[in-house]
């Protein structure tokens, strides 16, 4: 059974970089075609698909975050992690961590997300 | 970038009662199309794929159907554990599967 755990530091400030990493178990980031997503739902608000990473190394990110955002793979560590920078207020949100499987697309696997608030 | 229209915005059933939640796409996406369960304060649940396929575990009183643009989701025998958000989700055109806004479910 594949399990996600997202991990951040709860509080960023304006202006700075939002890093978070997602811990994986249950099997290998790098073993089949997965791709590892960030998603993430504002206070009240639906869900926001922000990019991922595929168990190759290569990702693709939404096309309002681009500029932004960057998702890469940790192998020694079984996990991946998403860096968002020059984070305002805006980027207030649970963040989730989720698989989809290559060819099949619909995201599988959850992790229970972590809220991250920009505030000074 | 395919819209996703869901309705109502807001749901009221019965305990024993069937719910029935829509789907639209704002072009067709065959039949990729997902939806989840989102119980307040979790992460969201993969209740249906591929239109009317349940996920593992999932309830037999949970049904989907449709194809193209138009999709539904029925929760039969409504019980006090399926409130919740609902969401559909596209994944025709990915990346990035887009997300209905939501129908959030109320037992009366």
């Known amino acids: 059974q594949v399990q996600l755990q997202e991990s951040g530091p709860g509080l960023v400030k304006p202006s700075e970089t939002l890093s978070l990493t997602c811990t994986v178990s249950?099997?290998?980031?790098?073993?089949?075609?997965?791709?590892w997503n960030w998603i993430r739902q504002r206070p009240g608000k639906g869900l926001e698909w922000i990019g991922y990473?595929?168990?190759?190394?290569?990702?693709n990110y939404n096309p309002s975050l681009k500029s932004r955002v960057a998702i890469s793979l940790d192998t020694s560590a079984n996990q991946f992690s998403l860096n968002l920078n020059a984070v305002t207020a805006a980027d207030t949100a649970v963040y989730y961590c989720?698989?989809?499987?290559?060819?099949?697309?619909?995201?599988?696997?959850w992790g229970q997300g972590t809220l991250i608030t920009v505030s000074s | 970038e395919i819209v996703m229209t869901q309705s109502p915005a807001t749901l009221s059933v019965s305990p024993g009662e069937r719910a029935t939640l829509s789907c639209r796409a704002s072009?067709?996406?065959?039949?990729?199309l997902a939806w989840y369960q989102q119980i307040p304060g979790q992460a969201p649940r993969l209740l249906i794929y591929?239109?009317?396929t349940r996920a593992t575990g999932i309830s037999g009183r949970f049904s989907g159907t449709g194809s193209g643009t138009e999709f539904t989701l029925s929760i039969s025998n409504l019980q006090s554990e399926d409130l919740a958000v609902y969401y559909c989700?596209?994944?025709?055109?990915?990346?990035?599967?887009?997300f209905g806004q939501g129908t959030k479910l109320e037992i009366k």
């Open positions: 249950g099997g290998s980031i790098i073993s089949g075609s997965y791709y």
């Open positions: 591929g239109a009317s």
């Open positions: 990473v595929y168990s190759g190394g290569s990702s």
């Open positions: 989720a698989r989809a499987t290559a060819a099949l697309y619909y995201f599988d696997y």
């Open positions: 989700l596209q994944y025709s055109n990915w990346p990035p599967g887009t």
């Open positions: 072009q067709s996406v065959s039949g990729h």
